[in-house]
């Protein structure tokens, strides 16, 4: 399927096919492909179901050509996701984070902040926590406190998370953070799987200065959090 001529075919069948792909260049053709059949299919679907399957059309192509290095095609393909009427904040979250890899970071703040507008109550902690990580990388100091109040306000907000951010936050823009201790113990002893927790955890070690190596949370006692070896 992934090294072969692009089949003929529904475009929902093209949108899967794409989905199943791992070589982003037969993704990106089954997602070509599937623009151009949800033209010919014409009037027939519902419109909403036809506006779905087209989102995620171009959020396949867009991927794809990200994948592929082409960041300015990957751009164009997340503005016509953007346009699409559904999955409106998932599109500007997807155009800022090509924005910000294409050293562009005004503008994927302000990218972000579609993202934020225009998303449901149960994604928009998240969002509102990923700009203020834009925000923190331009050095908007007060702006990314104030996102950053934002996330902890609002639906599913992952407390625990959003203060290590801010810790992270205050590492960089005052130098320290006298929480810092007690929240290495809270993020240690939140037996959370392996994943952003732990990365957090680590940046946070590194950067207080607490350790000379980090092997994470579940390596670390709070012993070894004050300089002392078992």
Do not use: N
């Not at 082409?70 to 979250?93: I, P």
């Not at 190596?213 to 709070?222: D, L, M, Q, T």
């Amino acid at each position: 399927m992934e090294r072969g001529d692009v089949e003929e075919g529904p475009s929902w069948d093209c949108l899967r096919k794409a989905q199943l792909c791992v070589e982003p260049s037969a993704r990106l053709r089954y997602a070509l492909e599937g623009l151009r059949a949800s033209e010919r299919e014409g009037d027939w679907k519902k419109e909403e179901e036809a506006e779905s399957i087209r989102a995620l059309l171009f959020r396949q192509a867009s991927q794809a050509s990200l994948l592929l290095g082409r960041e300015e095609e990957a751009l164009a393909f997340a503005l016509s996701f953007c346009g699409q009427g559904t999955l409106t904040d998932v599109a500007h979250a997807e155009r800022a984070t090509i924005l910000r890899l294409l050293a562009r970071p005004e503008e994927a703040i302000e990218a972000q902040q579609q993202a934020v507008l225009h998303a449901p109550s149960s994604r928009a902690s998240f969002h509102l926590w990923c700009l203020a990580q834009l925000q923190q990388s331009c050095a908007l100091w007060k702006d990314a406190h104030a996102s950053l109040d934002r996330a902890k306000q609002a639906e599913g907000a992952d407390l625990l998370l959003l203060s290590a951010q801010r810790c992270l936050l205050r590492f960089r823009h005052e130098g320290h953070d006298p929480r810092a201790p007690e929240l290495l113990g809270r993020l240690r002893d939140a037996g959370r799987p392996l994943g952003y927790a732990e990365y957090l955890y680590g940046l946070i070690a590194c950067t207080s200065g607490r350790m000379q190596r980090v092997k994470g949370p579940s390596a670390v006692s709070s012993k070894d959090s004050k300089g002392q070896s078992r």
